[in-house]
């Protein structure tokens, strides 16, 4: 197993994090990076776990000195991908996965040319509304916004190298990692 970044990324309400937790679960030898966030918490998040949750000067000051490979602002919050432990588990030879935002895969596209980039994508649109407004972790004119936003997102399917329907959770886990190893 060569060392590979892989780049996971979609529209909000598409099951990344789900997936994500499952790669954890199923496939230990890959090493997912922990993105710095400005966000709460949903209920259940643990720091350090799922995101590091930062103020605003925490991650202004993250993003002025360069410690981020990546980051954007998506629904009003910050995001960004840490860049010291992702590079020192690439130099290390582990395969790492990336979970971020279409805006932060487009960066790390043109700093890390040789990664793999997926989009993940909801069976339907019904789907991807009915998972958005299930979660019931947001005020209806932050899931207004994020439905917006992924209609403008899903456009960018060709800008990846592969696209994977989150139809079932373990199976999506399964598929992901398989192209992470993939030639």
Excluded at 45 to 72: Q, R
Aim: include cysteine; hydrophobic fraction near 45%.
């Amino acid at each position: 197993m060569g060392s590979r970044l892989t780049v996971l990324s979609g529209p909000s309400g598409v099951g990344k994090g789900t997936v994500v937790a499952a790669v954890r679960r199923r496939h230990p030898e890959v090493w997912v990076s922990v993105s710095v966030t400005t966000r709460k918490p949903r209920p259940g998040e643990v720091d350090g776990v799922e995101y590091h949750f930062v103020d605003g000067d925490v991650f202004a000051h993250l993003a002025k000195a360069g410690d981020l490979l990546e980051h954007a602002n998506f629904a009003g919050n910050s995001y960004g991908t840490p860049r010291a432990p992702l590079i020192e588990r690439l130099a290390a030879g582990t395969p790492c996965l990336l979970e971020i935002e279409l805006q932060g895969a487009r960066q790390v596209r043109a700093s890390q040319p040789d990664a793999r980039f997926v989009f993940l994508v909801a069976p339907s649109w019904d789907e991807l509304v009915r998972r958005l407004v299930g979660r019931d972790t947001e005020a209806p004119a932050v899931v207004e916004r994020r439905l917006a936003r992924a209609r403008v997102e899903l456009e960018a399917e060709a800008e990846f190298d592969e696209v994977v329907v989150n139809d079932t959770v373990d199976a999506t886990a399964d598929r992901l990692v398989a192209f992470m190893f993939e030639g």
